[in-house]
């Protein structure tokens, strides 16, 4: 069923436009609909009178089911019962000929078949700023839909104009193939809508209701995300809840194995596309999210990790990033530590556990990849060297927990050989990002390490005076874990998976200039709140990242600049 997009201002566009892959002399714009069109193309210059063609794709993977709140459904299936595919089309034209450092103005606009033009607003587009530049650039992450989202992108606006250009370390959304999560979820607080000043979303705080509308920072701002493990679905299926597909990803061995009995059936030509797409649909892939963005795509692992410059910063883009399992280890819970009991006979049923997407240990291609992006005069001439993924090295979080590694399954069976139980464990002194990838980033000058994932903001040094910041307090939290607030851990374990504070050994920081209280009336060194929300911006005029609270229980109150620090080694 095709349904009318919710889209308030400009309603024939499913987004406003958006900018991706700035060169020295052109940039992206990017747009979607919900009509393929006759049409669409850019008009730009200071009399719009210039004009590029867009080329128009469609999105191969976009749904909504039951879950969706979409249009009418406000409640699980009252208009989808079953995922149901949703066509979207996306428009990419490339502006050409353009200044460094110059801005113009431009528009977007799609044609449908009847010869109805639909237009947006008139924003403006540059090409890549030049060295020397100064550039704010907002540093976030986690946006998952969550309440406090478009709160907090509106206060961004708010007390930094202008955005010129937005990190995000990745989980971007919840469901990464649910069309409406990116476009129009009717709660008001959809990914483009919250960064592009069009969400309305009603935020109660103590009884107290506020609508934000976002931020407008994408239609002029270009976007380089990271990707997290809410861009990555599992095993894909035509009757399973999308959730349910989300939670289902194998690893990618498991595929390709499985694939490698049957090719012979199902792929008789050898076709490496079909190869491909089966062993995705069996595994796990980030298709909607590269299908939506425009990223370099030069590494091995194509738009999944990736370089950039941006006046005086180079920006390094990781994959890193794992299935997230609950850590319960109750028979029935297919967790991060255990199979569940009933599965035990049947491997395909398994979750291996919290197995990482793409491989960052030393001898990887992602691995090898950076090793020589590191090396290279972009690189090491940059005055500002910043490395960004999802998954925390540091973090009083809770996701920090158990180590990035994957996991040794260990099978423990019964005397005839029946199985008794299927465990994982994860070594700390394997933990990827702590033993192999943070040397190689200290010893390549890295000044700034920036991710995300566990839902608060916390920042620690090195001693060696790299920085690392946690900025993913955006729209809710999943707590802060020190003193005597503990995670979820198995007991007996403790060498591996630490309970409270940093595995990696450093301590947190206090906020240099306001820092919350705890209620012993102590200096908090991080804030993990479901009322306040926290952004970070680099502003590379000065070096100095300074990161901003505000409390939404107090909708008329200030935005607190409450720390700051500079990158610089
Ligand atoms: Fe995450």
Known sequence: ???????????????????????????????????????????????????????????????????????????????????????????????????????????????????????????????????????????TSDHQLMPMTPANLQKVTETIEPIDAVFLAGDLVNIPDRASEWFDDNRGGAFFPSLQGRANRLLEQNGVGTRYRGGKILQSAPLFPA????????????????????????????????????????????????????IKNHSFNSDTYEEIFSLPNTSPGGEKYYAITLGDVRLISLDACNTWRVPSLEPNARGRYRERDVDLSDANKWGYGQHIFEPIAPGSPQYSWLEAELNRPEFQQAKYKIVMFHHPPHSLGDNVVPPYTNPTQIIDRFPDGQIKSVRYEYPIGRDYLLRDLMPLLEKAGVQLVFYGHSHLWNRFDSP?????????????????????????????????????????????????????????????????????????????????????????RQPEGDVVRFDEFQIVR
């Open 1 to 139: 069923m095709l349904l009318a997009p919710l889209f308030p201002v400009g309603a024939g566009l499913l987004t406003d436009p958006f900018l991706q892959l700035p060169t020295a002399n052109s940039v992206r714009v990017v747009w979607f609909t919900e009509f393929a069109g006759r049409e669409s193309f850019v008009q730009y210059g200071s009399n719009l009178d210039q004009t590029t063609i867009a080329q128009t794709t469609q999105l191969s993977r976009m749904r909504e089911d039951q879950r969706s709140r979409v249009d009418n459904q406000e409640e699980d299936g009252q208009v989808y019962t079953q995922p149901t595919d949703r066509p979207i089309w996306r428009h990419e034209a490339e502006v050409q000929g353009l200044t460094p450092s110059q801005r113009i103005p431009y528009r977007v606009g799609s044609m449908r078949d009847n010869g109805r033009m639909e237009w947006s607003g008139r924003y403006t587009l540059a090409a890549v700023p030049a060295p020397g530049q100064p550039l704010k650039i907002l540093l």
């Open 227 to 278: 990707l997290g493990n809410h861009e990555v679905m599992g095993r894909f299926s035509t009757e399973l809840p999308l959730n349910e597909q989300y939670n289902d990803p194998v690893p990618i061995e498991n595929a390709v194995a499985l694939y490698a009995k049957i090719a012979a059936q199902i792929n008789p030509g050898n076709d490496p596309a079909i190869a491909q797409t089966w």
């Open 464 to 552: 060696g005076g790299m920085h690392f910041l946690e900025s993913s307090n955006v729209g809710n939290t999943y707590g802060a874990f020190l003193g005597e607030t503990r995670r979820s851990i198995p007991i007996g374990f403790q060498p591996n998976y630490v309970p409270s504070g940093d595995p990696g050994g450093l301590t947190a920081i206090v906020p240099s200039i306001s820092a919350l209280l705890d209620e012993n009336g102590k200096p908090q060194p991080y804030i993990a709140s479901n009322e306040i929300t926290v952004f970070s911006i680099l502003d590379t005029a000065t070096g100095l990242v300074s990161s901003y609270r505000f409390d939404a």
